[in-house]
């Protein structure tokens, strides 16, 4: 997992090419991201295997389910307020339950860190990372995220 303000993406476009090309894009679109509706999005052909979705939601206080996802990469992009994501790595995790289908979702059981993602920050989420999305910092408020889904990782 990487988290950090997308004004220093740049430290990152070495750790894969396709990490590289979407945090190049949400650099250059931030306006149009924010201004984006709500669901998927059409991307440029130099974005080939990512998929890309507005996503806004109210933040949960408590817990949520532990997931991972063993072929697919993601990086959230915060618009606007924040939100809480747990992490673990799966090797810490236990109870592993795969879904079926295209996406194929592993849900697990355990404990993780509940790290602070704030506007204008991007979070990478790799296949061996567990992770629990849209949690309150707190009470629940409204966010807005940008969610790019990285195939043929």
């Avoid at 220093?8 to 476009?13: G, M």
């Avoid at 879904?99 to 993602?117: A, F, P, S």
Wanted: proline share 3%; charged share 30%.
């Amino acid at each position: 997992m990487i988290i950090d303000r997308i004004d220093n993406a740049s430290c990152y476009y070495g750790c894969h090419p396709k990490i590289k090309a979407v945090l190049e894009y949400i650099a250059s679109h931030k306006e149009e991201l924010k201004a984006a509706p709500v669901g998927p999005q059409a991307l440029s052909e130099s974005l080939e295997g990512v998929k890309m979705k507005i996503v806004e939601f109210q933040t949960v206080e408590g817990t949520r389910k532990w997931e991972s996802h063993i072929e697919h990469a993601f990086i959230y992009y915060m618009l606007e307020g924040k939100e809480r994501m747990g992490y673990s790595d799966i090797s810490r995790m236990g109870g592993a339950v795969k879904t079926e289908g295209k996406d194929q979702i592993v849900y697990h059981e355990g404990n993780g860190d509940r790290i602070l993602v704030p506007e204008d920050h991007f979070i990478v989420i790799y296949p061996q990372d567990a992770h629990m999305s849209k949690l309150a910092d707190g009470v629940s408020e409204y966010a807005r995220k940008c969610s790019f889904k990285l195939s043929e990782w």
